[in-house]
């Protein structure tokens, strides 16, 4: 099946430095790739929309300075948490859309990133 | 208009009960209704996913019955084992899940022997 991978797995940072987290569809080119937080226990919320080659689409109540995505080719997608606190520690995922026969069709995820601020 | 309700908040199930959890949305323009398995600090697994032309959809002992008119669908776990113990997520996405995904709030399933 479709592998989407992560990295870091997990990653311990002090307030006010900045994160990078990759993003990889591993054996297919993916369109669009999907970047969401979850919080403990809660479901998975939706930060931003990313196509390759074009900027990021953000949900609403997500700051675009503070997180920061780069999607610059069809297998890779980045995002920058940028001046980190520890309101933004989190289990960040992101997912990709493969596309199959022409027709794009079904959303992969990564295994997550678990991002601690100090 | 962008809410997928999910019921139960969490279920328990003997071991080889059926496990149903359900879902319905509000959106008419969503058609596609993907379930997600995820266990503690992993990312989300696709289990099996529908679309609004079939009524039922099976995959081993995974099965979505999706009701159109009712704008509900739930997924039934035949044979309900130990290792199906994790927190399942349904969603529901435009554009055959090229567009973003709408997810429902989770249904922990613990499945006792």
């Known amino acids: 099946g479709a592998v989407v991978s992560q990295h870091p797995s997990r990653v311990i940072c002090k307030s006010g430095t900045s994160v990078k987290i990759e993003c990889r569809s591993l054996d297919f080119q993916a369109t669009t790739m999907f970047w969401y937080r979850q919080f403990p226990k809660q479901s998975l919320m939706l930060m931003a929309t990313s196509n390759e080659g074009s900027k990021a689409t953000y949900e609403q109540g997500v700051e675009k300075d503070k997180f920061l995505i780069n999607h610059a080719s069809l297998t890779l997608s980045t995002l920058t948490v940028t001046s980190a606190h520890p309101e933004d520690s989190s289990f960040y995922i992101c997912?990709?859309?493969?596309?199959?026969?022409?027709?794009?069709?079904?959303?992969?995820f990564g295994p997550g990133t678990r991002l601690t601020v100090l | 208009q962008q809410q997928v309700k999910q019921s139960p908040q969490s279920l328990i199930v003997q071991k080889g009960g059926i496990s149903i959890i359900n879902c319905a949305y509000e959106n008419t323009a969503f058609d596609y209704f993907p379930w997600y398995q995820q266990f503690p600090g992993k990312g989300p697994a696709l289990l099996i996913a529908?679309?609004?032309?079939?009524s039922e959809k099976k995959e081993g002992r995974f099965t979505i019955s999706f009701n159109k008119s009712a704008k509900q669908f739930s997924l039934h776990i035949m044979d309900s084992q130990p290792g199906d113990s994790a927190t399942y997520f349904c969603a529901a996405g435009s554009n055959f899940g090229n567009e973003k995904l709408t997810f429902g709030t989770g249904t922990r399933l613990t499945i006792i022997p």
């Open positions: 997912s990709a859309s493969i596309r199959a026969g022409g027709r794009t069709d079904t959303q992969y």
């Open positions: 529908i679309r609004p032309d079939v």
